[in-house]
């Protein structure tokens, strides 16, 4: 069973309570679980979030497509992930986070296609990056995620769930997902003001008329609209990630 877990809270540092902010009436969770219902090679779909009192509003939004709340630990989300795997039985897990509402469907396919025909223990479109950021996607089975759950011991392993095993090419089969055209410049995740706002500006600009808009509609629409891709440019790519593995260096553990 293909399981797809978005990982959310409502806590974040840089943008506390984003995932809850309205995007044309709807929170941005709630757009983003939307959007991912048209992925069909997804079996069952699931929430993991934390055990805090001040996650529990995104029950609410789960209800509204019948979808399952897991909710485990707040900062070892390695072990959230697993726990939420383990709950349903899930063989196959696609990892997603809550702070990407433009995820695209068809890419979310592709990437579980390039899983299972390749057999291999990882699959990513991230590893290098060509798609833009925010469309991450990365599959992998249950033993590959239970081995890393058994044996991560650094913080930047437990938050961020996957770098034991992408850190690790000798023990597990891993795979990329390579787009056509290098839009890795491209920042269509949610962890700024600035990200949001331009977020919005798409939502308002595509869904009106196709509420399915795909990656291409988006690359069209900014294109047309040249000063929106500004709103956001001056933010790199995996800061959090980036922010875990500087503590883990200071701790000594790198």
């Not at 592709?110 to 990513?124: G, L, N, R």
């Not at 069209?220 to 000063?227: V, W």
Request: proline content about 6%.
């Amino acid at each position: 069973m293909v399981l797809a877990v978005v990982q959310a809270r409502v806590s974040s540092t840089r943008l506390p309570g984003k995932v809850l902010k309205p995007i044309l009436g709807r929170p941005m969770l709630w757009r983003q679980l939307e959007r991912l219902q048209h992925a069909s090679r997804i079996d069952r779909l699931m929430v993991a979030t934390s055990d805090q009192p001040d996650d529990r509003q995104l029950l609410a939004i789960c209800a509204d497509f019948d979808v399952p709340c897991f909710c485990g630990s707040l900062d070892d989300v390695l072990d959230r992930i697993y726990r939420a795997a383990q709950s349903v039985g899930a063989d196959t897990i696609v990892r997603l986070t809550g702070d990407c509402p433009i995820i695209d469907a068809e890419v979310v396919d592709i990437v579980i296609d390039q899983f299972q025909k390749s057999a291999c223990d990882y699959a990513t479109n991230t590893n290098p990056p060509t798609y833009p950021d925010g469309l991450d996607v990365e599959v992998m089975g249950i033993d590959c995620l239970e081995t890393a759950w058994r044996e991560a011991k650094l913080i930047s392993e437990r938050e961020h769930v996957t770098p034991f095993i992408r850190n690790r090419p000798e023990r597990f089969g891993i795979t990329n997902c390579t787009n056509e055209a290098d839009l890795s410049h491209l920042r269509w995740t949610v962890d700024e003001p600035e990200d949001f706002d331009l977020i919005t500006r798409i939502f308002e600009g595509l869904y009106p008329k196709k509420p399915t808009f795909s990656m291409a509609d988006v690359v069209e629409y900014l294109e047309d609209h040249p000063q929106l891709s500004k709103l956001n440019s001056g933010f790199r790519r995996n800061e959090g990630l980036n922010k875990s593995l500087t503590h883990d260096k200071t701790k000594g553990c790198l």
